[in-house]
């Protein structure tokens, strides 16, 4: 059985436990539970569902609101995976609430009430709470875990909803500035490094750049400058070839899952362009790969 199988079992149990535990009985919360609960929620997402409701309806009064606020933002999670915005964006604020009644900011969860804006299509609204959350990371010291990634999200949000008002200068502006931030990470220039000595390190990161140069190819094609979103293509192909094909990742890794996805994305995208092109021998190739 493998680690996934294993982790599903392990998940099972401790639903299974949690539900025999009495009505008047509490729970106290740990990391494992979380990370249970994580897993659960990309495969399971309806028993997720339960088995958050079913920690929360047990909690130890004594709990500081640390695991709560990540419940409620993975419940929140959840329901906009499944297009449910209104409990969303319920679960979303009460997580936003527990996090200021701590003294905390939440950046993260207001980039998520950015999301289930922008999935509604209110994208002043979602603009709004994306500006709001750039400026709480911002506000954090560079040193700080995913302050580089979440000014890197908000940006590519805050892009991604200019193209879709038409503001392609302005979105250019934002997906340019994200993979400045994405391409000058120490992890990044260590991939660079690394390649030539014909090895990988940081995959994750490279591919996160890769994103950054697929979302400006994206951009220029609807723009209708398509030579430039060639070049940010073939740029994006560049650097995922290396992750799938020299990183000596297994085809079940994460990384290497979301490297193919995107890489089908990309050739897809080329395919369109080169198909407008005429460029018919070209288009069909890039089509097989996809």
């Known amino acids: 059985m493998n680690k996934n199988g294993i982790l599903v079992i392990i998940i099972y149990c401790m639903i299974f436990s949690s539900s025999l535990l009495g009505d008047n009985?509490?729970?106290?919360?740990?990391?494992?539970?979380?990370?249970?609960?994580?897993?659960?929620?990309?495969?399971f997402p309806e028993r997720a569902i339960r088995?958050?409701?079913?920690?929360l309806s047990k909690l130890d009064p004594n709990e500081s609101g640390h695991y709560?606020?990540?419940?409620?933002?993975?419940?929140?999670?959840?329901?906009?995976?499944?297009?449910?915005?209104?409990q969303a964006m319920s679960s979303f604020t009460d997580a936003k609430v527990i996090q200021e009644r701590l003294g905390k900011k939440s950046p993260?969860?207001?980039?998520?009430?950015?999301?289930?804006?922008?999935?509604?299509?209110?994208?002043?609204?979602?603009?709004?709470k994306y500006h709001e959350s750039l400026d709480i990371f911002n506000s954090f010291s560079k040193n700080r875990p995913n302050q580089i990634t979440g000014r890197k999200v908000?940006?590519?949000?805050?892009?991604?909803?200019?193209?879709?008002?038409?503001?392609?200068?302005?979105?250019?502006g934002y997906f340019k500035e994200a993979l400045s931030i994405a391409?000058?990470?120490?992890?990044?220039?260590?991939?660079?490094?690394?390649?030539?000595?014909?090895?990988?390190?940081?995959?994750g990161?490279?591919?996160?750049?890769?994103?950054?140069?697929?979302?400006?190819?994206?951009?220029?094609?609807?723009?209708?400058?398509?030579?430039?979103?060639?070049?940010?293509?073939?740029?994006?192909?560049?650097?995922?070839?290396?992750?799938?094909?020299?990183?000596?990742?297994?085809?079940?890794?994460?990384?290497?899952?979301?490297?193919?996805?995107?890489?089908g994305k990309n050739y897809s995208l080329q395919t369109k362009i080169?198909?407008?092109?005429k460029n018919n021998e070209l288009a069909l190739e890039q089509s097989r790969m996809a």
């Open 51 to 55: 088995f958050s409701r079913d920690l």
């Open 205 to 263: 990161q490279a591919r996160g750049v890769a994103e950054q140069h697929y979302l400006i190819s994206s951009l220029y094609a609807v723009w209708g400058q398509y030579n430039l979103s060639l070049k940010e293509a073939q740029k994006t192909n560049e650097i995922l070839k290396v992750i799938i094909n020299k990183s000596g990742l297994q085809m079940q890794n994460p990384i290497i899952q979301n490297a193919n996805l995107l890489m």
């Open 154 to 172: 908000c940006l590519s949000n805050l892009g991604r909803i200019e193209v879709k008002i038409k503001n392609y200068d302005k979105a250019l």
């Open 25 to 43: 009985e509490k729970t106290k919360l740990n990391e494992e539970m979380i990370d249970s609960l994580n897993v659960l929620s990309k495969k």
């Open 274 to 277: 080169n198909t407008f092109l």
């Open 183 to 203: 391409a000058n990470t120490t992890q990044y220039k260590a991939f660079k490094k690394s390649v030539k000595q014909d090895k990988v390190l940081y995959p």
């Open 108 to 128: 993260w969860i207001v980039l998520n009430i950015g999301n289930v804006y922008y999935q509604q299509e209110k994208y002043i609204k979602a603009r709004e």
């Open 68 to 86: 709560e606020h990540r419940i409620h933002n993975t419940l929140g999670e959840i329901y906009l995976d499944l297009g449910m915005f209104a």
